[in-house]
């Protein structure tokens, strides 16, 4: 795969078209791409692929919108939330990444990463994830572990740099953070930016 295979590119971003109806879209296809993945219990680089493809477009649009909050008022499904959370917290990202003045591929793999930072909930029941009430200790701690099972995920999809699976983990607060302490590896700077 070529180094610049996951960078952010002006062609992808589709002008008139409405962006709240292209955010639902991208949601609708992550939510697809996560409900493969449930059944098939891994990720393959060709979905990634598809991913980038389809939905960083999106996000990379969004992110270059003036009034990037109102994106976010929209009402959606409870059972809605997981897909549209990653959609928001990768135009965040995208977003801050832009403004800090990110490479290209630095951009581009924040973004993937922050789109795909819940990855790990695939690997928690639906009753878990999709119960609109407060979940008991137990089922708690087994959402905990998300954070775990998304990086466990994408540090083993061939042809994904480590550093998404790291910022992916690194996103998602004190369990990332967590987890990543004492670790060796070297955390870039656009990783550490993400956790913010």
């Known amino acids: 795969m070529k180094k610049d295979a996951f960078a952010l590119r ?4 589709q002008p008139n078209v409405n962006i709240q109806d292209r955010i639902n879209e991208a949601s609708l296809h992550l939510k697809n791409n996560f409900q493969d ?8 680089l060709e979905k990634i692929v598809l991913i980038k493809a389809k939905v960083v477009p999106v996000i990379a649009e969004a992110a270059m919108n003036p009034d990037i909050y109102s994106l976010f008022d929209e009402p959606h499904a409870d059972n809605e939330y997981t897909y549209q959370h990653n959609i928001g ?6 977003y801050l990444g832009m403004k800090l003045g990110l490479s290209k591929e630095n951009l581009s793999a924040l973004t993937l990463a922050a ?6 909930k695939t ?15 137990a ?13 466990e995920l994408l540090k083993n999809i061939p042809g994904i740099p480590s550093s998404i699976a790291l910022t992916a983990l690194s996103i998602n607060g004190k369990m990332g953070k967590a987890i990543l302490k004492g670790r060796v590896e070297r955390i870039s700077i656009f990783m550490r930016k993400s956790s913010l």
């Open 10 to 13: 002006a062609e992808h971003v």
């Open 37 to 44: 993945l449930r059944k098939e219990g891994k990720i393959q």
């Open 89 to 94: 917290v990768g135009i965040i990202a995208t």
């Open 115 to 120: 789109m795909l930072h819940y990855v790990g």
């Open 123 to 137: 690997r928690i029941s639906d009753n878990i994830v999709e119960d609109p009430g407060k979940l008991n200790e």
């Open 139 to 151: 089922e708690n701690e087994d959402m905990k572990r998300h954070a775990i099972y998304g990086y």
